[in-house]
């Protein structure tokens, strides 16, 4: 309760306009810097006291995280910046890039670490065991967990990377730093010096710590797919109008975690007037944009509702699919009736794990067990992925 209470003291006091990213984004570092240095001025002085190279090698992994909470403070400025004739999407993806950074910054305290321990491992030296290094540190992990705690709450707040990515490696810190305090234990309880090795445990949980942060930072920058909990927010809001008969096909692409662009294909009655469809469609986006804050831009498929043979056909050719595999599905389905030939036009959405071969091998069985139903049959499939994770 005093972590909460703390938290909100603090975005009451800094932060005016709960929509404003940018002092969110300051606020976290500008504590994060204040934590980190002081953690860093008590655990080199204690340090050097015991002479620990674990509490030495703990202290410069503070420092790194207060270098890491400057360069967020820079960020945030950066990635408020509007948008402007260079850059129409604005310049969100700076959080994404100051979070790659942050998790270089990591990796390279992580691989210091880690050659310090080693020499310590083959040349070790005796370790000075105080009640006060045991109290300093303790605090730390105090500390340490509280930073976490407050960095993920902003975070989620307002749907940011790098502080989500901050309050990952400061959880990962206070594992760090209660791997020293059990080195410190353990040579004054058992007599044994495992300061190299326990520094060497401490370097490799901070390096894991920076590629967790570079491989969480890293998909946004390459695309990732929609999360599931979006894909069905986006699906329903669009489904819930009058008019509309289903979507699919729904692309998500993020400038930022504040601006986010989306395409989707909406499903509506073929016997709808163009006028009429426009003006649905038109009214979905204006409301996405406004209650979801994402620019949508809705493709809009005909369908033929009252048609019984192209209903009935579609669920025939829908069983078929998933009796071949129940992840598989179909959309855009279309029949063209002949004398001789009847043509069934669709989209066929395979797992990502279908290499080029075993599509082809799908659609032939496909319009085989089709064929077998009806020889008139004739199916025009466009093999496609699905964007949702």
């Known amino acids: ?61 503070n420092l790194s995280d207060a270098a890491s909470s400057v360069v967020s403070l820079i960020g945030a400025k950066l990635a408020a910046k509007p948008a402007d004739k260079e850059h129409p999407f604005g310049h969100g993806r700076y959080e994404y890039i100051v979070a790659l950074i942050v998790s270089f910054l990591i990796l390279e305290v992580g691989f210091t670490c880690f050659k310090t321990s080693i020499e310590k491992i083959f040349h070790p030296e005796d370790l000075n065991i105080s009640v006060v290094a045991i109290v300093i540190l303790v605090a730390s992990v105090l500390v340490k967990i509280w930073l976490s705690l407050f960095n993920r709450k902003l975070g989620k707040k307002i749907d940011s990377k790098v502080l989500l990515a901050t309050a990952k490696d400061a959880l990962g810190d206070v594992f760090v730093t209660s791997a020293t305090i059990v080195s410190l234990l353990i040579y004054n309880i058992l007599g044994l010096n495992v300061d190299g090795y326990m520094g060497c445990i401490v370097a490799l949980l ?17 695309g990732e797919a929609v999360p599931e909990e979006l894909y069905r927010e986006i699906c329903e809001k669009v489904s819930s109008y009058e008019g509309i008969e289903g979507t699919h096909d729904l692309i998500v692409h993020s400038y930022g975690p504040a601006r986010r662009m989306a395409s989707i294909h909406a499903e509506l009655k073929n016997t709808l007037s163009i006028e009429t ?107 496609e992925h699905s964007y949702v994770n």
């Open 1 to 61: 309760m005093k972590i909460k209470t703390m938290t909100d003291l603090l975005e009451k006091l800094f932060i005016k306009d709960k929509k404003d990213r940018a002092a969110y984004g300051v606020l976290a570092g500008v504590v994060g810097i204040i934590c980190n240095v002081f953690l860093f001025a008590g655990k080199l002085i204690i340090g050097l006291v015991v002479n620990s190279s674990a509490v030495i090698t703990d202290s410069f992994n």
């Open 277 to 383: 469809a426009h003006e649905i469609v038109d009214k979905i986006e204006q409301d996405v944009l406004k209650e979801l804050n994402i620019f949508i831009v809705i493709h809009m498929d005909p369908i033929d509702t009252d048609n019984e043979a192209v209903q009935s056909t579609k669920e025939i050719v829908a069983c078929a699919v998933k009796e071949k595999d129940p992840s598989a599905s179909i959309h855009d389905f279309r029949m063209v009736s002949g004398t001789d030939q009847i043509n069934l036009i669709f989209d066929l959405v395979l797992p990502y794990s279908y290499k080029k071969e075993e599509c082809k091998h799908f659609t032939e069985t496909l319009e085989k067990s089709l064929k077998s139903k009806d020889s008139r049959y004739n199916c025009v499939i466009t093999v």
């Open 206 to 222: 901070v390096f894991w710590a920076g590629i967790s942060v570079a491989r969480d930072t890293i998909e946004p920058l390459l």
